[in-house]
């Protein structure tokens, strides 16, 4: 009898890498996103945003330690100009943003063999939420109870990528969405301030910290009760993707949400994470897909608190 615990792996392609390296490459991040990097220590990550000056999401990211600086995941599509846009702020600072898509192979790791497969991979195994663990240049940072990720330099694809079955990064995002994680894209950017896609309950907004763009427009969203659209996870029974709009009918005639990222699921349907009016999900009206008689949706449990 096979005894062999199963896992699932995938080499995410869909996300790229930042590097920010520098004798004040902390300062200057810290300065620049939604969390505290001041105290983060090198075997911890931490979610976190960064934010137009008018309070909207430009990137989410994952910030990891690594030599002389962090390493900042997110989105493949917006990372070159989030890159750019980001090293206009460096001015006289001692730190440098570069894109390093291309220098680095993403794994994803989940399931009940998650942890036997890193050991298998002469790969560390992080113990609490968010650690990092190193070996050599790799970093293997524990997102869940039994999912990781491994960011390691391109020259050893062979060895994190290609000696293991790739279940594609469309399994990977039914991972995210299901914990209950959202990835800004191009088709999201500059639409939700962080609470709206919930970053705060995942820790990645720190509402003592000093100034960062759109600082003053968040904490006022947090402490006058002024949000109105909130994230939920759904089901659907068609093909749904970031940027697709919601309706409800207690909003005829105009949208009252919004797809921040969407997996296909078996058959026709996808699971996804979308922001909504909060009156309209308080109404207990249907929520449609892409019209006011599109497919319904079927809210399904977050998995930490609402």
Known sequence: MDTRVSFDAAQLTRLGMLSCKG???????????????????????????????????LATVLVI?????????????????????????????????????????????????????????????????????????????????????????????????????????????LEEIRAGRPQV?????????????????????DFKKGCYPGQEIVARTQYRGVLKRRMVRARVGAQAAAGNDLHAADMPGQACGTVVNAARVAGDGSELLAVVQIASLESGGILRLGAVDGPPLEILPLPYAA
């Not at 989105?75 to 460096?90: G, P, Q, T």
């Open 65 to 173: 330690p690594h030599e002389q600086g962090f390493l900042l995941q997110l989105s493949r599509d917006i990372a070159a100009a989030v890159a750019r846009r980001l090293a206009l702020f460096v001015l006289r600072a001692k730190a440098k943003v570069v894109d390093d898509s291309d220098a680095w192979v993403q794994l994803g790791i989940w399931g009940p063999g998650a942890e036997a497969q890193l050991a298998a991979l002469a790969l560390p195994v992080p113990a609490a939420p968010l650690a990092v663990a190193a070996a050599g240049n790799a970093r293997v940072v524990r997102l869940g109870s039994q999912r990781f990720l491994v960011a390691a330099p391109a020259a050893d694809r062979e060895r994190f990528g290609g000696a293991i079955p790739d279940a594609g990064d469309e399994a990977w995002a």
């Open 185 to 205: 894209v191009l088709a999201t950017q500059d639409q939700f301030v962080p609470q709206m896609v919930n970053l705060e309950r995942l820790g990645g907004v």
């Open 23 to 57: 004798d004040e490459a902390r300062a200057f991040l810290h300065a620049q996103l939604t969390n505290d990097l001041l105290d983060l220590p090198p075997g911890q990550a931490r979610h976190a945003g960064w934010c137009s000056a008018k309070g909207r999401l």
